[in-house]
């Protein structure tokens, strides 16, 4: 099934190819007609589908309606959606979480779209396989979380339910 990119929005990506692999390190999702806060959400899910510049698949589309359509008051004046993921490998079925699909700029990745957003949102879901990627992750979130809402989703994108998705997160201490 294809999924569109939601109306009025600009999207711009980070893609690397190695070997056979494709990589997406980045994807930068802007309202065309911005409110002039400039403020943003980078979403941490946990690999790459197929959303690029031109197509998104279900979990980019659902959280663009959630960032930017359904009017979440922890949303409000957002007008950039920065997506990356634990894992840059592009796979949309039977994800390993292999050390090889972590991808090279990842971790730099995720630390520089954690700098440059006001929110960062914990959006793999409740059940995440890969403990050890995980625990990277949470680090390079507390290491960088200074004057940032921290927030996380109730289940993955791609099965959302709307009523009660976004929730506080807590990093353990």
Do not use: C
């Not at 893609?15 to 002039?36: A, D, K, M, V």
């Amino acid at each position: 099934m294809i999924f569109n990119h939601r109306k009025n929005l600009s999207v711009k990506a980070d893609f690397e190819e190695q070997g056979s692999f494709r990589l997406r390190y980045r994807l930068e999702i802007t309202r065309q007609n911005p409110s002039g806060s400039l403020k943003t959400v980078t979403a941490i899910m946990q690999n790459p589908s197929k959303a690029d510049e031109q197509i998104a698949d279900k979990s980019v589309q659902v959280l663009e309606r959630v960032v930017f359509e359904k009017q979440y008051p922890e949303f409000v004046d957002i007008d950039r959606l920065i997506i990356v993921n634990q894992f840059a490998y592009m796979q949309t079925n039977d994800f390993k979480g292999e050390e090889s699909q972590i991808g090279h700029r990842n971790d730099a990745a995720i630390t520089q779209a954690i700098l440059d957003a006001d929110i960062v949102l914990v959006a793999w879901g409740r059940n995440n396989p890969f403990q050890e990627r995980k625990a990277t992750i949470l680090e390079i979130i507390r290491e960088n979380r200074e004057h940032r809402t921290l927030l996380k989703t109730s289940g993955h994108p791609s099965r959302v339910r709307y009523k009660g998705f976004i929730l506080p997160f807590e990093l353990d201490n």
